[in-house]
C-alpha cells in the first residue's frame, strides 16, 4: 500500500501541476487479487471509472479473483471499475496483440506485476513490450524480491535444481530495463523486515509455516535433505540484522516504477 501511494505520489512529484488520469489498468500475474486490492482502491479514490484488465494463467486462481470482486460489489464497493479478465500468460497476451495489429491496442495507465516476472519466459522482452503498452505518462510497476530475500530463492532453485525458476533478480532486471529504455524515470524502494526468532524452534508451528514461507516449499523442515534444513537455517543466522535479541530477516522487494515519457 505504502508503495502505491508512493507510485501515486512520484507521479505527482515529478511532473508536478499536471494530473494523470490513470483509468486504464492491468494486472499481470494476479493470483487471487489480493496484491490488486490497494491498487484498485488508490485509483478508485481518484477517478470516476477504471478499466481493469487482468492477465492470469492459472483457473483457479483467475475464479478466485472473480468471488473476490463479487464479494466487494455484494458491498457496494467497486462498482466503478469494469474488469477484464484474460486466463493466459503474459506472452500468450501480448502475441494476440499482436496478431491483431490492424486493430487498435488498448494502451495502458497503470500496469503492474507484482513477483510474478520469475515466471516469465524472456522478462526483459516481456517489460520492453509492456512499456510500449503504456499511454504517455502512464506507469509500469514491478515488484519483485530483492537482496537476501533474493539469495535465499537463488538457494533453494540450486538446491531443488530448478534451473526454470528464478534465473531474474529484482537487480538484474532493473539494470537491463535502465539500458533499455534509459529515458524512463526509476525508483526504487525497499522495505518488509520479518522478524524470524521462531524459525530456529524446530517445534515451533509458527517458526515452521514461517520457514516454509521464506523457502515457499511446504513442510520444508519435514521433507527436506538435513544437510538442506542446515544450510537454510545458517543462510537466515548470517543475513540476520540483530535488533536486542531480535533477528530479523531483510525479506526486502523492490519495486520499480517505469513512467513513459513523450
Ligand atoms: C507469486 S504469484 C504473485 C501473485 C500476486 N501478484 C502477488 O504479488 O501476490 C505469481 C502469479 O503469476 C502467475 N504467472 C505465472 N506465469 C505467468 C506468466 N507467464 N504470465 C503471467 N502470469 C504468470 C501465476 O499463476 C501466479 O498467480
Excluded at 502505491?4 to 494523470?20: L, P
Excluded at 517458526?207 to 515457499?216: C, P, R, T, Y
Aim: one cysteine or more.
Amino acid at each position: 500500500m505504502e508503495a502505491i501511494d508512493t507510485v501515486i505520489d512520484i507521479n505527482h512529484f515529478e511532473f508536478a501541476g499536471q494530473h494523470y488520469i490513470q483509468t486504464e489498468g492491468t494486472a499481470i500475474g494476479s493470483k487471487l487479487g489480493v496484491s490488486d486490492i490497494p491498487i484498485i482502491d488508490v485509483l478508485i479514490n481518484r477517478f470516476q471509472r477504471i478499466d481493469y484488465t487482468v492477465v492470469e494463467p492459472d483457473e483457479v486462481e483467475i475464479s478466485r479473483f472473480k468471488e473476490l470482486v463479487a464479494s466487494y460489489h455484494e458491498n457496494g464497493k467497486w462498482n466503478a471499475v469494469d474488469f477484464k479478465f484474460n486466463m493466459v500468460t503474459i506472452e500468450q497476451y501480448l502475441q494476440r496483440l499482436e496478431d491483431n495489429v490492424a486493430a487498435e491496442t488498448t494502451k495502458f495507465d497503470v500496469i503492474h506485476t507484482q513477483h510474478c516476472a520469475y515466471h516469465f519466459q524472456n522478462p526483459e522482452i516481456v517489460f520492453e513490450k509492456l512499456y510500449w503498452l503504456l499511454k504517455e505518462n502512464g506507469m509500469l510497476f514491478n515488484v519483485m524480491d530483492f537482496g537476501a530475500w533474493d539469495d535465499l530463492a537463488v538457494k533453494i532453485q540450486q538446491m531443488y535444481n530448478m534451473p526454470e525458476m528464478k534465473s531474474y533478480s529484482a537487480a538484474t532486471l532493473r539494470e537491463i530495463m535502465k539500458s533499455r529504455l534509459p529515458e524512463a524515470y526509476l525508483r526504487t524502494i525497499l522495505c518488509r523486515n520479518i522478524k524470524v526468532n521462531e524459525c530456529f524452534k524446530e517445534d515451533s508451528e509458527e517458526g515452521n509455516e514461517m520457514i516454509d514461507f521464506l523457502v515457499q516449499l511446504l513442510d520444508f523442515r519435514k521433507t527436506a535433505l538435513e544437510e538442506n534444513v542446515n544450510e537454510v537455517e545458517e543462510f537466515l543466522k548470517k543475513s540476520c540484522l540483530h535488533s536486542g535479541r531480535d533477528m530479523i530477516f531483510p525479506a526486502n522487494e523492490e519495486a520499480t516504477v517505469f513512467v513513459k515519457s513523450k
